[in-house]
């Protein structure tokens, strides 16, 4: 239920925003990427989480199963616009394997230079999916 009330503010909150005299126009695929990319993202997460920080794994499994769902509302609207569950896994495989390789770069990896930035890049990532749910 808390799921689906946050997911209902954020979609209110970006279909009825107004701008003077024409209103906002959603990009729905934009939104339907950002969703599968942070689904994908926080799956990395979270198999990351259960080698190092198991207790951890726990929240982002949470915020992965919100993604979802929030995927599962608008794919519907998507399909009369060619997309559909085959592109969003794509986008959800590729985000995943993306974000498992910075951290296992900056886990792994060369200590020095490398290894900070996979770091900072891997959090600033996750931390954008946080922004995007509500609470």
Not at 66 to 87: M, N
Request: net charge positive.
């Amino acid at each position: 239920m808390k799921t689906l009330v946050v997911a209902l503010v954020w979609v209110a909150a970006h279909c009825f925003a107004v701008l003077p005299a024409r209103a906002t126009v959603i990009d729905l695929n934009a939104q339907a990427r950002s969703f599968a990319v942070c689904a994908g993202r926080l799956s990395a997460l979270v198999e990351h989480q259960w080698m190092f920080d198991g207790a951890g794994s726990e929240d982002t499994q949470l915020r992965r199963a919100t993604f979802l769902e929030l995927l599962d509302a608008v794919l519907p609207h998507l399909r009369d616009r060619g997309i559909d569950r085959h592109h969003v896994l794509h986008w959800r495989i590729e985000a995943k394997q993306a974000q498992a390789q910075l951290l296992r770069r900056a886990t792994f990896g060369k200590p020095g230079r490398t290894m900070r930035q996979a770091r900072m890049t891997s959090t600033q990532y996750i931390q954008h999916c946080n922004s995007l749910l509500l609470g």
